[in-house]
């Protein structure tokens, strides 16, 4: 696991613009939060219900136990989570899609939290596939959906990441919202 | 596409979107010029926009995605634009979603003129007894004809001749071109008694000429007046005459639970909150009420959850709206407290006496001192306590709650508007949901774990209401 100390020199260096920290960072709570996810979908919570804020929070407590982290690290690490939350969700869609068998106790786990989360395993990679795009030419509207999408961010910590008003959030929220939208509306199921 | 192509997107789709409805079309069009593939990209996101999809819904959420799978219609409208419908009506758009189903605007091809096509939810549709009562209200409120309501012209099924095997029950009627009373209040607050006055005296002359044909609306409010702009000022009109008693489910003690209750509880008379039925006097009180808040901004009686405020109202008479309009003409305040008298015979004899004593010209305009009795309050709480007993209540779907009603070992507990997710923790009478200030929802994420964890056992619900009609509950 992670020490907290790491976590706290690329949050740091994350947000002094080094591009190899958040790269880095998210190789370090892939792992964690993988493993959190496994234990969320697993019989403890009968409901199979995952709460991606809760996931990451519990993963910042464990990361970090250093109290003197302020608000906008905390933010930028619950930005940094979603990225990482994305994948998670994704990789399980592509295996669950690609009926790949990923064995044991995990496969009966994803399988059963797949089926019972999402009907619709297709069109969360068209989803997916859909949000890489539209990161190429509006940055930061897919930032803000995934985000708030996959990482349960609020507006006002993806506006205190973003470094943009609240309302720019929302607007690019609904902009980003309609347009994904209407790419799986014309994508054939 | 490039960055810059996008930004021009962006632009062009946040101005439509700040257009009303009808015009956000021709203004895309016009904003993007001989650019075809611009205007289709920005017309997909603006219709993208009023439609619900899976974004907005966690992708993390299991037990509202279980939901949806019995239910998938949810998602998707049942007309896609350039359908043809019963092989008659070519669909055009979906306009939105109701408490019955989805309301599109469509071309008749026989008259060659716009409809709007209303589809009833399965739920209604396929329910004898419900579609039953449903057509009789259609008759009811096709025996009104007056430009103030909304003309109801057919009841019919979509494929035609019924061959497959799932069909879509819909309505068809006058296509209103215009936006909501509701939609106009949420954006302006709250009108002028000058700008105010039209749409009363419009919707005044509606409902007197309904009640002279001997139809009641039960379901009066903002969301049920339609503006269209028209020649000379705003034509309001009212929809949806009568609709709402025939959404109750069938069933042995449902249909006197949720005969008792039905309508909006916002803008319900307290005299139906204590089991009396529907009369001219209650649409009175729904015609104040709706008066109150297009001057006020607000209802009568503010409360967290509408079963909440409708306990309220039945407890004392209404605050007067000067309090939150000063300069609200002495007229207006007294038409609208007398049109709020607890007692139904206290008020005006009609909708259109209201209008009347703005004028100065009913007799009679003194407002009478409240008449608040203990026994009144005593009925209402038995009416209520009495719809409490022993039920239980079932969830079929992803549907949204207006409110709840739970009760446990501490007692009765009304809740606001709240996500699915809860809802079906609500459903296993697990748990008990904090309430929801002033009907807003929580952020996405947290009210699942948070309702559980302010879990209590033994949490009964006992009543609820789905948009627009009652959940079934069952003995």
């Known amino acids: 696991m992670a020490s907290g100390g ?59 136990s250093d109290s003197a982290i ?31 068998r990923i064995g044991g106790r995990q496969k009966v786990d994803l399988d059963s939290f797949m089926a019972a989360a999402n009907p619709h395993v297709e069109q969360l990679l068209i989803l997916d596939q859909a949000l890489t795009r539209l990161a190429e030419w509006g940055p930061r509207q897919a930032r803000v959906v995934e985000m708030m999408y996959f990482g349960g961010l609020t507006e006002e910590e993806a506006s205190e990441v973003l470094r943009v008003s609240v309302r720019t959030v929302k607007r690019d929220w609904s902009a980003a919202r309609a347009w994904l939208q209407g790419q799986l509306s014309k994508t054939p199921k | 596409m490039t960055p810059e ?37 920005v017309l997909r996101m603006v219709g993208e926009h009023a439609r619900g999809g899976m974004l907005d819904r966690s992708p993390w959420e299991a037990t509202a995605a279980t939901a949806t799978a019995t239910e998938p219609a949810l998602d998707q409208p049942v007309f896609p634009p350039g359908q043809l419908v019963s092989g008659r009506y070519r669909i055009v758009r979906l306009l939105g979603r109701g408490g019955m189903g989805e309301v599109y605007q469509a071309e008749d091809l026989e008259l060659k003129e716009m409809v709007a096509l209303k ?33 109801v012209f057919d009841l019919a099924r979509h494929p035609a001749d019924g061959s497959a095997p799932e069909t879509t029950v819909f309505l068809t009627m006058e296509f209103l071109p215009g936006e909501t009373l509701s939609a106009r209040l949420h954006r302006e607050g709250r009108l002028s008694a000058e700008a105010a006055l ?167 305009v003194s407002v009478a001192l409240p008449k608040v009795t203990r026994r009144r309050l005593v009925a209402a709480l038995a009416a209520v306590i009495l719809l409490v007993g022993g039920y239980r209540y079932a969830v079929h779907g992803s549907w949204m709650c207006q409110y709840l009603v739970l009760r446990n070992q501490s007692g009765l507990r009304v809740l606001g508007d709240h996500e699915a997710g809860v809802e079906a923790c609500i459903a296993r009478q697990e748990c008990w949901q904090p309430p929801v200030e002033g009907g807003v929802q929580q952020p996405v994420g947290a009210p699942f774990a948070d309702a559980c964890q302010l879990c209590q056992r033994n949490a009964e619900v006992v009543h609820g209401q789905r948009h627009g009609f009652a959940v079934e509950v069952s003995a």
């Open chain 1, 6 to 64: 790491e976590i706290t020199v690329l949050l740091t260096a994350m947000k002094g613009g080094d591009p190899n920290a958040e790269t880095r960072l998210v190789g370090l709570v892939y792992d964690d939060l993988h493993a959190l996810a496994r234990r969320y979908m697993s019989r403890e919570r009968p409901d199979h219900t995952l709460q991606p804020t809760a996931l990451v929070h519990e993963t910042y407590l464990r990361l970090i």
């Open chain 1, 70 to 100: 302020d608000w906008k690290n905390r933010a930028h690490f619950f930005a940094t989570a979603a990225t990482v939350m994305r994948r998670i969700l994704v990789d399980y869609a592509r295996q669950r899609a690609a009926g790949k």
């Open chain 2, 5 to 41: 192509r996008w930004q021009r997107v962006l632009e062009v789709f946040h101005s439509a979107c700040g257009q009303p409805p009808t015009q956000a079309e021709a203004f895309v069009r016009a904003q993007c010029g001989q650019d075809a593939e611009m205007c289709s990209d």
């Open chain 2, 119 to 151: 589809t009833l939810l399965p739920a209604i549709a396929s329910d004898g007894r419900m579609l039953a009562r449903f057509k009789q209200e259609i008759q009811l409120s096709r025996k009104v004809s007056h430009p103030n309501v909304c003309r």
């Open chain 2, 198 to 364: 039209p749409i009363l005296s419009q919707t005044a002359e509606a409902l007197d000429a309904a009640h002279r044909a001997g139809v009641i609306h039960r379901d009066f409010k903002p969301s049920n007046v339609m503006l269209v702009p028209a020649a000379g000022g705003t034509r309001a009109v009212v929809t949806d005459f009568g609709l709402a008693r025939s959404c109750a489910p069938s069933g042995e003690t449902t249909a006197t639970l949720t005969g008792t209750l039905m309508g909006t509880l916002d803008y319900m008379a307290p005299e139906l909150l204590a089991g009396g039925s529907a009369t001219v006097a209650s649409d009175v009180y729904a015609f104040g009420t709706v008066a109150y808040k297009m001057v006020t901004g607000v209802l009568p009686f503010a409360a967290d959850a509408p079963l909440a405020g409708a306990i309220l109202r039945s407890k004392g008479p209404a605050p007067s709206p000067k309090t939150l309009a000063p300069d609200l003409d002495e007229k207006w305040e007294q038409a609208i407290l007398r049109a709020l008298d607890p007692d139904p015979d206290r008020r005006f004899a009609r909708p259109g006496h209201f209008i009347k004593a703005l004028s100065g010209e009913a007799p009679g």
